[in-house]
Structures are given as C-alpha cells and as structure tokens.
C-alpha cells in the first residue's frame, strides 16, 4: 500500500514540485517514509543464505579498506554511514574485534525486519542521519568512514561528506562506493534523486535540473580525493582528511 500511495506521488505531484531546498526535502522525506526499506525488505527475504556472512561475528576486514590503514590497530572505530539493516565492513582486523558504528535514518524499520525473521546482526544499525552526523558524535572520533550505495540517497550529499570528514581523524580515509549517476539510471524514482560521477578527473554531484557540484573544490580545506576508480556501473571513491 505504502508503494502504492508513493508512486502516485512520483507521477502525479513530484515531476510539478518547484526546485526548492523545502520541495527537495519533501521528495526525499516522502520517499524514505513510503519506499525506503523496500528494497531492503525483498532483499533480506529473498538472499538470507548470500547475505548470512554479514551477521557472522568474525568476518575479516575487506583487503580494500585494511590497505588504508596506515599501521596495524588493535582498536579499530569504523563509521559506516546508510549501513541498512546490516553492516557489510567486516567485524574483525588483524584478530582484534573492530568498533563498529553502523547507522542509518531507518534503523528502527530495519531491526523491526531483521526481529520478524530472526537474524541478529553483531551490530544493530542505529539511527542517524548523515547530514547531523556532527551533533552525534565526537569531533575526530573514527579511524575511517564508510558508505556504500548510500551517500547519494541522502537529502543533501555534500553536506553528509562534509560532517562525514568532521568526524574522521585527521589523515585517515573516508571510503566510499557508489553506483555511477544511479538518480538518471532510476529516473529520479524514490531515494535516487542525485548522480555520482568523474568529470575531468573531479568528483562531481548533479541533479535533474542540471545543478552541478564540485566536490574536489567544496572540500578542498579539510579534505582531498585521494584515489578514484571508475568502471561503466560503479565509482570508488577515497577522501583524505587534512
């Protein structure tokens, strides 16, 4: 019903909604409320046997994020930003348990569909909201960040990277991993209302009316693009704070 009543509004009320910062939040709110966990809800049902070494309590650290450490941690604090029901960064570095903080603006549903299929997660994603991330931590307090197909489902991108980096320690990394232009490729359904993507060599975000960013510039004091990849689907992203 909830699908239902949202593809109404994406029909019939989003495509005349004006640009503006209130409408914006209106779009996306409507759709975490009425689609958010839908995929999530499908998923879980359909991939428990996939998706079981997400729950297991000693699943290493993926070599792509234990490379951007730059020493060997026997406390390891790891942020991962629109986690969903269940964190994918793995639970243990090096034999030490890792501290993980997954979050997400829809942990309440998600622990709600984890209970009423019995899976327990090691971590129960908690609520949180990227763009508030400052008021809820500490200043400093992570030794990396993580986001994967997440940060362009977020209200405002720019200014979830930016408390994002707020609360990573200085010289540790921000990775993230995120579909290429996912708002065009779903044409601006649900969540997807914004696009990833490499322009000349820069990390850019843009919109359905043609609003571009320049992510490289707009963090240039507090942060820099330490590596990219690109592939036809996907783009790896790396920040470092400064």
Known sequence: MRAKVYR???????????????CQYIKWKSALLLVGDEFHSSNLAQNQAKLAKH????????????ELLTCSKTSLKILDVGAGPVSKVG???NGYPIELVPIDPMASRYQEI????????????????????????????FDMIHARNSIDHTLNPLKVIKEALHVLKPE????????????????????????????????VINNRYGESTNVNKAIESIAAVHHFSVTEQRLVLILKKL
């Not at 009320?13 to 640009?19: E, G």
């Not at 729950?55 to 234990?66: S, V």
Request: overall charge negative; glycine content about 6%; some cysteine.
């Open 91 to 93: 639970k243990v570095y």
């Open 8 to 22: 109404l509004f994406y029909r019939l009320i989003s495509p005349y909604l004006p640009n503006s910062s209130f």
């Open 55 to 66: 729950f297991e309590h000693d699943t290493p650290l993926q070599p792509e994020l234990a």
């Open 172 to 203: 540790h990394f921000f990775y993230m991993n995120h579909y290429r232009n996912e708002g065009s490729a779903a044409n601006y359904y649900g969540l997807h209302q914004w696009n990833f993507d490499i322009e000349d060599g820069c990390f």
């Open 114 to 141: 984890l209970t009423s299929i019995n899976l327990k997660p090691k971590f129960w994603t908690k609520p949180g909201n990227g763009e508030s991330l400052s008021q809820q931590f500490v200043k400093d307090s």
